[in-house]
C-alpha cells in the first residue's frame, strides 16, 4: 500500500505557482520523499527528491517539514504544460526497495 | 543515453489469447520494474527483476509473469487474456544495485485493448 496521502485534485492559475501538498505521517528515518508527474498518456517522469533538506531543481522545489511528516513540491510558474497528475511517494533509495505509487494529485493549470 | 523503450505501444488482443510486452532499459541500468495502470486502480506494481531475477512483485494472478535477459531487457506475458487486462502497461528502470538515488525512469507504455 502508498505510504502517502495526496488530494485527487487540485487547481492553478497559469503563472502562478503552484503548491502540491503530501502527507507521510508513517515515513522512516531513512525514507526519502520522491515526486513524479504523469502527463497524459505518457510515462511517469521524475521530478525531484529529498531527505530533510530542501532541495530545487530546474523543474521544482521540494519543501520537506522539519518532522518529515509532510512535503510540499513546488512549481514557481505554472504554465498549461505542468497539467499532470503528480505523485508522492517515499521509499528508502537502496537497491531491492518496491515502488509503489499512490493515487496522486490531478493538476490543473488554468489559463 | 536513450530513454527506456518499449515495444509494441499500442495492441489489441481477444479474450483468452496471451501477449508478451518489451521492455528496454536505459543502458547500464539493472533493474526493469513493471506497473499496470487502469482508470479505477491507477498505477499498480506488478513486479521487478534485477539480474535476470524477480525481486519483488506485487499483487498479481500467475497469469502475469515475466523475465529478464542478461542484457538487461525484460518481457512481460500474460496469459489467457480477461476483459480487465485493458490498461496501460508502463515499464520502468532504475540502476537497482543502491548505487545512486534509484530514481526510476519509465518508457512510454504499451496500451494493451483486450475486446
Known amino acids: 500500500d502508498a505510504k502517502t496521502t495526496q488530494p485527487p485534485s487540485m487547481d492553478c492559475a497559469e503563472g502562478r505557482a503552484a503548491n502540491l501538498p503530501c502527507n507521510h505521517s508513517t515515513i522512516s528515518g531513512n525514507e526519502y520523499v520522491y515526486w513524479y508527474r504523469q502527463i497524459h498518456s505518457q510515462g511517469p517522469q521524475y521530478i525531484i527528491h529529498?531527505?530533510?533538506n530542501n532541495e530545487t531543481n530546474e523543474m521544482a522545489s521540494l519543501i520537506i517539514t522539519e518532522d518529515r511528516k509532510s512535503s510540499t513540491l513546488i512549481l514557481p510558474h505554472a504554465t498549461l504544460r505542468d497539467t499532470a497528475v503528480y505523485y508522492c511517494?517515499?521509499?528508502?533509495?537502496?537497491?531491492?526497495?518496491?515502488?509503489?505509487f499512490g493515487k496522486g494529485t490531478r493538476l490543473h493549470i488554468l489559463p | 543515453k536513450a530513454g527506456v523503450t518499449q515495444t509494441p505501444r499500442y495492441l489489441i488482443k481477444t479474450r483468452g489469447q496471451q501477449v508478451t510486452l518489451s521492455c528496454s532499459p536505459i543502458?547500464?541500468?539493472?533493474?526493469v520494474s513493471w506497473y499496470q495502470q487502469t482508470p479505477g486502480q491507477g498505477l499498480q506494481f506488478l513486479f521487478e527483476y534485477f539480474s535476470e531475477t524477480q525481486r519483488n512483485k506485487g499483487n498479481f494472478p500467475g497469469r502475469f509473469s515475466g523475465r529478464q535477459f542478461s542484457n538487461s531487457r525484460s518481457e512481460m506475458n500474460v496469459s489467457t487474456l480477461e476483459l480487465g487486462d485493458s490498461a496501460l502497461y508502463l515499464c520502468?528502470?532504475?540502476?537497482?544495485?543502491?548505487?545512486?538515488?534509484?530514481?526510476?525512469?519509465f518508457g512510454p507504455g504499451t496500451r494493451l485493448t483486450v475486446l
Open positions: 543502458s547500464g541500468h539493472r533493474s
Open positions: 529529498g531527505l530533510k
Open positions: 511517494i517515499v521509499r528508502v533509495p537502496g537497491g531491492s526497495d518496491k515502488i509503489i
Open positions: 520502468a528502470s532504475r540502476s537497482g544495485d543502491g548505487s545512486s538515488y534509484n530514481e526510476q525512469f
